[in-house]
């Protein structure tokens, strides 16, 4: 079993940045790869950022790419998305994922993230 957490969330005004941390805990995942989904309200969750186990290879989201920035600390079995210039649609619950067997199947329990206009 995965164990993640993630934390950073908050209240940002457009134009601003945070950044999200996803603590892993448990069965190691550091072999593993790791994504940010999204969930605005009334839609479906939504992918917003992948890393490889080693953090070589990033993939984004075209609605994000540019601006957010996926890294990770396997050191520290942590997992970072940096968001700069936040916009008010950007707003959502903000989850981290793991991919042990290839697919997401290990999930945070989220992070809110509302940007105001």
């Known amino acids: 079993q995965i164990q993640l957490v993630e934390s950073g969330g908050g209240l940002v005004q457009a134009g601003g940045s945070l950044r999200l941390s996803c603590a892993a805990s448990?069965?190691?995942?550091?072999?593993?790869?790791m994504g940010w989904f999204r969930q605005a309200p009334g839609k479906a969750r939504e992918f917003v950022a992948r890393?490889?186990?080693?953090?070589?290879?990033?993939y984004y989201a075209d609605s994000v790419k540019g601006r957010f920035t996926i890294s990770r600390d396997n050191a520290r079995n942590t997992v970072y998305l940096q968001m700069n210039s936040l916009k008010p649609e950007d707003t959502a619950v903000y989850y981290c994922?793991?991919?042990?067997?290839?697919?997401?199947?290990?999930w945070g329990q989220g992070t809110q993230v509302t940007v105001s206009s």
């Open positions: 994922a793991s991919a042990p067997t290839g697919s997401f199947n290990y």
């Open positions: 448990g069965r190691t995942s550091s072999g593993y790869a």
């Open positions: 890393i490889s186990w080693n953090g070589i290879t990033t």
